[in-house]
């Protein structure tokens, strides 16, 4: 018997352990995607849209939740950032939630994939791809690779993780408040995943992904319902 809860606790240990250097790999990759990149090229924007609203953020067309294609809310959520020092909190908000994006689709693959395989090809995508994502920003992009990111990690183990159902539905809120046209287009390009993933599921994991995704659809929604009751 004592053999036997050796045996299950050092399956553990290991199971444990393994989670933690694949969080580590895939935080050690996102980050150094960003700042090799940012370092290298410096930021331009790709478009005048966020040059604009980025000076709605910061004030420069007066105190106002006006912020265009961009959610009001989220706006009201980098005020106090903006009371404390005036740099683009606009633009930093989004590349943080960027590198946790890519964080979390990175570690999804070595979970899948396995550590060595999906290192090698993460390395790959983030060499091919950093440049346009981390030095050409475009607040739309962003909102895609947040959006997939929360998405893809409510599909991964969904309702079987309330944990990370809650952490994808918190990055697909983030995502809808940047860009609430992404989240037709991410959502409906995953919900063919998502239905396959339902379905396999027995009643309980069923019942859990029906809340995980009333959860997810009220946040989004109930945020959107703010962003246009400012402008009546």
């Known amino acids: 018997m004592a053999v036997i809860q050796k045996t299950e606790k050092s399956k553990l240990n290991n199971i444990t352990e393994n989670k933690t250097a694949r969080m580590a790999i895939a935080v050690l990759i996102a980050v150094s995607a960003a700042v090799i990149t940012l370092s290298l090229f410096g930021i331009r924007y790709q478009s005048n849209d966020d040059a604009t609203l980025s000076n709605i953020m910061a004030g420069a067309y007066g105190d106002t939740l006006h912020t265009v294609y961009v959610n009001g809310l989220f706006s009201v959520m980098l005020r106090p ?48 791809f950093s440049q346009h994502i981390f030095y050409t920003f475009q607040y739309t992009e962003c909102s895609f690779i947040i ?44 919900a063919p995943l998502l239905l396959y993933k339902f379905f396999k599921l027995d009643r309980k994991g069923q019942k859990n992904a029906i809340i995980t995704m009333m959860v997810l659809f009220a946040f989004t929604f109930g945020a959107k319902f703010v962003d246009m009751a400012v402008y009546k």
Do not use: C, P
């Open 81 to 128: 950032l903006y009371a404390v020092a005036q740099t683009n909190w606009y633009v930093i908000a989004q590349l943080v939630l960027v590198v946790i994006s890519i964080a979390v689709i990175v570690y999804i693959l070595l979970d899948r994939m396995g550590t060595l395989r999906g290192t090698v090809i993460s390395i790959a995508v983030a060499v091919a």
């Open 147 to 190: 959006l997939s990111a929360g998405l893809l990690l409510i599909t991964d183990r969904l309702g079987q993780d309330n944990k990370r159902a809650f952490v994808g539905i918190l990055l697909a809120l983030m995502g809808s408040m940047v860009r609430w046209t992404s989240f037709y287009a991410v959502g409906g390009m995953s």
